[in-house]
C-alpha cells in the first residue's frame, strides 16, 4: 500500500468527477468538495509479484539506455 503521487491524484480527481457527471452522487460532490481533505485517504494498492515485474522492466528500460550511450 503506497501513497498516491501526482499523477495517481489526478487521475483519481478526474474518474470521481466523472462518476458525479454520470450519477449526481452525493458522496462524489462531497469527495469533489473536500478533495484537499480527501486526496489523503486515497492509496495505491498494488499486488507484490506486479510490483516485481514493474521493477523488472524499469530495471530492463534503464539498461538499454545506458547500452545505448
Given at each position: 500500500?503506497?501513497?498516491?503521487?501526482?499523477?495517481?491524484?489526478?487521475?483519481?480527481?478526474?474518474l470521481v468527477r466523472r462518476h458525479y457527471d454520470y450519477t449526481q452522487s452525493a458522496v462524489a460532490w462531497r469527495v469533489l468538495a473536500g478533495w484537499s481533505e480527501y486526496a489523503r485517504?486515497?492509496?495505491?494498492?498494488?499486488?507484490?509479484?506486479?510490483?516485481?515485474?514493474?521493477?523488472?522492466?524499469?530495471?530492463?528500460?534503464?539498461?538499454?539506455k545506458l547500452a545505448s550511450i
Open positions: 500500500i503506497d501513497p498516491l503521487d501526482e499523477n495517481d491524484l489526478q487521475l483519481v480527481h478526474a485517504k486515497f492509496a495505491k494498492v498494488m499486488p507484490v509479484e506486479y510490483r516485481k515485474v514493474l521493477a523488472s522492466q524499469h530495471l530492463d528500460t534503464e539498461a538499454a
